[in-house]
């Protein structure tokens, strides 16, 4: 990994325990509930490697939930997350995975839950406050905190893609990076689109009505 400054190695400020170590942690959680879109109902959050080893001591898992309540890595909530959680009515549920080997130490798994919305999400934390975003609703991908993006789920049928870059390319928007993904072909899909610059809610409301697109969500990595 290509770190860009010093600020990159040392991490972000970060409410303690371990500043370094939880505050990809809590960037993993806030990601969540941004692509969620509101606080859940219910937060299922599965540790993997060190991650199921450290999680109380380095305050993984204070972080996370701190994450899903829109908190920044800075705000002194934080070490009070679970109570806060609490007093809002989620119900947080923590599971240690000590038997399945993840490709990265530091895995965590999150499955958000509402009356009509689940979300399922899986980040890793790099180190120095990085992080991946690996996987959503079982869709391979990368997210990794580093320019505006939007997620488009739509089905797999030709020219859904042409569409949705001629939107981007009417409102002069430079794409930076774009995956595509599907399940199988004519099933459901997705697209990860990084751009350049700031994304207008005009930009995903046009996007939205194209045909084929089921949903569009955008995030500030």
């Known amino acids: 990994m290509k770190y860009r400054s010093a600020f990159d190695i040392i991490g972000p400020i ?15 959680g806030r990601v969540a509930r941004t692509l969620f879109g509101r606080k859940p109902k219910k937060a299922t959050i599965c540790f993997y490697g060190s991650f ?41 549920q923590f599971v240690i995975e000590n038997t399945i080997v993840t490709d990265h130490p530091n895995t965590v798994k999150i499955c958000l839950e509402d009356n009509d919305k689940e979300l399922q999400l899986v980040g ?53 990076h774009m995956e595509v993904t599907r399940h199988a072909v004519g099933k459901m899909a997705m697209m990860v689109i990084k751009v350049d610059q700031k994304i207008d809610e005009q930009v995903i409301n046009e996007i939205e009505k194209l045909t084929n697109v089921t949903q569009v969500i955008k995030m500030v990595e």
């Open 52 to 92: 199921a080893k450290t999680y109380k001591g380095h305050g993984t898992d204070v972080a996370i939930v701190g994450g899903l309540l829109d908190f920044d890595t800075n705000d002194e909530r934080i070490p009070h997350s679970l109570t806060i959680a609490k007093i809002e009515g989620i119900d947080i």
């Open 124 to 176: 890793i934390s790099i180190g120095g406050g990085a992080i991946e975003i690996i996987e959503l609703n079982s869709f391979k991908l990368k997210l990794t905190g580093e320019c505006p993006a939007i997620l488009v789920v739509h089905q797999d049928q030709f020219g859904v893609i042409t569409a949705v870059t001629r939107v981007l390319a009417d409102y002069r928007l430079n794409v930076g």
């Open 14 to 28: 970060m409410v303690g325990p371990s500043s370094s170590h939880t505050a990809g942690a809590a960037r993993i």
